[in-house]
């Protein structure tokens, strides 16, 4: 069957004793050769598949026979085996089970069934041609094949957590053997899911590059984010702005499962939910204990949504390529700027043993453009000295400096003022004193941020680095 081209979907079944050859052939649709077993020479050179082919159990008695040279399956990926699944899953068996029930919820079991066996049948099939081109020591041609069967084993992961979830009824009890392995299954599942999206399972050197860069230039455009963001935030500003996000999010739940289920109280849920909303945010702005707890969970979860937008993205790369050769060129020109102007954003580690690498105080800055008087007086201020005069003269240096250092170390005093006291301030400093408290506002938004986010940072970065290490040695042709 050399040079044959097959149109429509075909199915080749039996045991070849003789030399087979599909040589150069090309399928357009699904070629299903499970269960051949093949005696002698089977070729399949420079044969072309378009769809996802089923080599599940097959059997080739002289591996070192099979001819695989230049077999194009490049438009084979993840949505490939998806599709897979959804055009086969419902063979004969999965109707006659489902021409037996009427349940919904026995329907969608018998489903999850058959899309489970499908999906273990088409890594079966990838497997079969890796482990011949193995055998063959051809480990470059089988890196290929192996990444398939991968997408494969994810698909069949994510089967088999909705089964355990469905076994579990969503049940809040406490964990036990099944919901340990529903755990277990989930954390693989997340993994080949990231190994997929950041390196195409080590198989994509320039992929990972690609996505270490973005992870680069996300962290840079944060920081500067919060920067400007922190001039305007103070505790009550980012009290709401966690409410009115939890309040979204909320009703956006409530609706979603009052349309999903067709009742008919969505008003009066919302309306508790606003209540309770704004009894919460009354308490929250009153609990001033928790506004390091929140500036930091801000910056943290600012961060991983902007890490979870870029994994999205490249989950649809392949469907939109011109799209993200534009948005990596803009990416790269913002890389370029980080390595010019900050550098050490680039080390890992950086921002969590020395923020101040990373953002400079800009409270010492703001003081050198205070005169005399004014950095004298909030000194006093910072150690509790209301005893202000605008008339200071022959001020040595030592001593302008040591009244720097007393601020600086004492600047929490300067933010607490109330009532006269706040008045004698503001009335001998004027705006100098809203200037510096917007600033200490800053920098401690600014240190209570930088921190946390840089763990996370590190975290990925790191995994970034090793990825880019085992994909550029996998893809060596020295090892």
Same mark, same amino acid.
């Given at each position: 069957?050399?040079?044959?081209?097959?149109?429509?979907?075909?199915?080749?079944?039996?045991?070849?004793?003789?030399?087979?050859?599909?040589?150069?052939?090309?399928?357009?649709?699904?070629?299903?050769?499970?269960?051949?077993?093949?005696?002698?020479?089977?070729?399949?050179?420079?044969?072309?598949?378009?769809?996802?082919?089923?080599?599940?159990?097959?059997?080739?008695?002289?591996?070192?026979?099979?001819?695989?040279?230049?077999?194009?399956?490049?438009?084979?990926?993840?949505?490939?085996?998806?599709?897979?699944?959804?055009?086969?899953?419902?063979?004969?068996?999965?109707?006659?089970?489902?021409?037996?029930?009427?349940?919904?919820?026995?329907?969608?079991?018998?489903?999850n069934k058959y899309k489970l066996?499908?999906?273990?049948?088409?890594?079966?099939?990838?497997?079969?041609?890796?482990?011949?081109?193995?055998?063959?020591?051809?480990?470059?041609?089988?890196?290929?094949?192996?990444?398939?069967?991968?997408?494969?084993?994810?698909?069949?992961?994510?089967?088999?957590?909705?089964?355990?979830?469905?076994?579990?009824?969503?049940?809040?009890?406490?964990?036990?053997?099944?919901?340990?392995?529903?755990?277990?299954?989930?954390?693989?599942?997340?993994?080949?899911?990231?190994?997929?999206?950041?390196?195409?399972?080590?198989?994509?050197?320039?992929?990972?590059?690609?996505?270490?860069?973005?992870?680069?230039?996300?962290?840079?455009?944060?920081?500067?984010?919060m920067s400007l963001l922190s001039?305007?935030?103070?505790?009550?500003?980012?009290?709401?702005?966690?409410?009115?996000?939890?309040?979204?999010?909320?009703?956006?739940? +409530?609706?979603?499962?009052?349309?999903?289920?067709?009742?008919?109280?969505?008003?009066?849920?919302?309306?508790?939910?606003?209540?309770?909303?704004?009894?919460?945010?009354?308490?929250?702005?009153?609990?001033?204990?928790?506004?390091?707890f929140w500036y930091i969970t801000?910056?943290?979860?600012?961060?991983?949504?902007?890490?979870?937008?870029?994994?999205?993205?490249?989950?649809?790369?392949?469907?939109?390529?011109?799209?993200?050769?534009?948005?990596?060129?803009?990416?790269?020109?913002?890389?370029?700027?980080?390595?010019?102007?900050?550098?050490?954003?680039?080390?890992?580690?950086?921002?969590?043993?020395?923020?101040?690498?990373?953002?400079?105080?800009?409270?010492?800055?703001?003081?050198?453009?205070?005169?005399?008087?004014?950095?004298?007086?909030?000194?006093?201020?910072?150690?509790?000295?209301?005893?202000?005069?605008?008339?200071?003269?022959?001020?040595?240096?030592?001593?302008?400096?040591?009244?720097?250092?007393?601020?600086?170390?004492?600047?929490?005093?300067?933010?607490?003022?109330?009532?006269?006291?706040?008045?004698?301030?503001?009335?001998?400093?004027?705006?100098?004193?809203?200037?510096?408290?917007?600033?200490?506002?800053?920098?401690?938004?600014?240190?209570?941020? +930088?921190?946390?986010?840089?763990?996370?940072?590190?975290?990925?970065?790191?995994?970034?680095?090793?990825?880019?290490?085992?994909?550029?040695?996998?893809?060596?042709?020295?090892?």
């Open positions: 069957m050399d040079n044959c081209v097959f149109e429509k979907q075909c199915k080749i079944q039996g045991t070849f004793k003789d030399n087979v050859h599909f040589s150069n052939s090309h399928f357009y649709d699904y070629a299903d050769f499970h269960e051949c077993e093949f005696e002698k020479m089977a070729s399949f050179y420079g044969v072309t598949f378009e769809k996802a082919p089923n080599f599940s159990a097959c059997y080739f008695k002289e591996q070192k026979a099979v001819n695989l040279i230049n077999v194009d399956i490049d438009k084979l990926n993840f949505k490939s085996v998806e599709n897979y699944i959804k055009d086969n899953y419902k063979d004969k068996n999965y109707k006659d089970e489902i021409n037996k029930t009427q349940n919904e919820k026995s329907i969608s079991k018998i489903e066996k499908c999906a273990k049948d088409c890594k079966d099939s990838f497997r079969v041609i890796k482990d011949v081109l193995t055998n063959q020591n051809n480990t470059l041609e089988a890196q290929e094949w192996h990444k398939l069967e991968l997408y494969a084993k994810e698909k069949e992961l994510l089967f088999e957590v909705e089964n355990c979830h469905s076994k579990n009824n969503m049940r809040l009890v406490a964990i036990k053997s099944q919901d340990k392995n529903s755990i277990n299954l989930t954390v693989d599942l997340l993994l080949l899911c990231i190994y997929r999206i950041t390196s195409l399972h080590h198989t994509s050197f320039t992929r990972i590059i690609n996505f270490t860069s973005w992870n680069i230039a996300i962290f840079g455009i944060l920081i500067y984010l001039l305007s935030f103070n505790e009550k500003s980012i009290f709401w702005f966690w409410g009115i996000f939890i309040f979204i999010i909320t009703s956006m739940v +409530i609706v979603w499962k009052v349309f999903e289920r067709k009742k008919l109280y969505a008003a009066s849920l919302i309306s508790c939910t606003f209540v309770i909303f704004l009894a919460s945010i009354y308490l929250v702005i009153n609990m001033t204990i928790l506004s390091s801000f910056a943290a979860l600012a961060y991983c949504f902007f890490v979870i937008i870029l994994c999205y993205f490249y989950s649809c790369i392949e469907t939109k390529p011109k799209l993200f050769y534009w948005l990596n060129c803009i990416v790269y020109i913002i890389l370029i700027s980080i390595i010019i102007v900050k550098p050490q954003l680039i080390n890992p580690f950086i921002g969590v043993f020395s923020s101040d690498k990373i953002y400079e105080s800009q409270l010492e800055k703001k003081l050198n453009d205070f005169n005399t008087s004014a950095i004298l007086n909030l000194a006093k201020i910072s150690q509790k000295d209301f005893n202000l005069s605008m008339d200071y003269k022959d001020i040595s240096f030592t001593e302008l400096n040591s009244a720097k250092k007393a601020l600086i170390d004492n600047k929490e005093n300067i933010t607490i003022l109330q009532d006269e006291k706040l008045k004698i301030a503001k009335e001998f400093l004027g705006d100098k004193y809203e200037q510096i408290l917007q600033t200490i506002n800053q920098d401690e938004i600014m240190q209570k941020t +930088i921190k946390p986010t840089s763990i996370l940072y590190s975290i990925i970065l790191l995994l970034c680095v090793f990825s880019l290490q085992k994909t550029a040695r996998k893809n060596s042709i020295v090892s």
